[in-house]
């Protein structure tokens, strides 16, 4: 008998599947072709500043405006803390996000903490995840 196998037990596959899509959106951050289309078409997200934004298209134009800005100069770094499954399809994701700040001081950086703790709603479409909720809450 075979005991070896090649293929990862299902809730495994599911947890890389999800850590490769985070670790996808922080390479995305400055794609608007690409980032919103790891989101799902009705998405709620919430950002560090407590903008809300509702749906891919005001996500994607919120994007691009604010890559045509001086916030092109704002990075962010994901780290996932947890991972949660509320049914097969949806997780509950935890993850620390850390904000580099690189505008000029002219520019006006922010008074924001460069620490984050995000919360990402993930459902399954069509075998892949994608974000429903994005959600970070400033840690001061």
Same mark, same amino acid.
């Given at each position: ?6 293929? &990862? ?11 490769? &899509? ?56 994901l780290e996932v803390d947890d991972i949660r499954f509320t049914t ?16 000029s001081e002219v520019e006006g950086s922010s008074e924001l903490p ?27």
């Amino acid at each position: 008998m075979d005991t070896t196998s090649s293929t &990862l037990p299902a809730k495994d596959a599911d947890e890389q599947g999800i850590r490769e &899509l985070v670790a996808r959106s922080q390479e995305a951050q400055t794609d608007p072709d690409v980032l919103p289309a790891l989101h799902t078409e009705n998405l709620v997200i919430v950002n560090l500043a407590g903008r809300r934004i509702f749906g891919r298209e005001a996500f994607a134009s919120a994007m691009a405006e604010a890559l045509s800005s001086p916030l092109k100069d704002v990075r962010t770094s994901l780290e996932v803390d947890d991972i949660r499954f509320t049914t097969p399809d949806v997780a509950i994701v935890s993850v620390t996000k850390t904000v580099h700040d690189e505008r000029s001081e002219v520019e006006g950086s922010s008074e924001l903490p460069s620490v984050g703790a995000m919360t990402y709603v993930l459902t399954r479409q069509g075998g892949d995840w994608r974000i429903a909720l994005a959600q970070t809450t400033p840690v001061r």
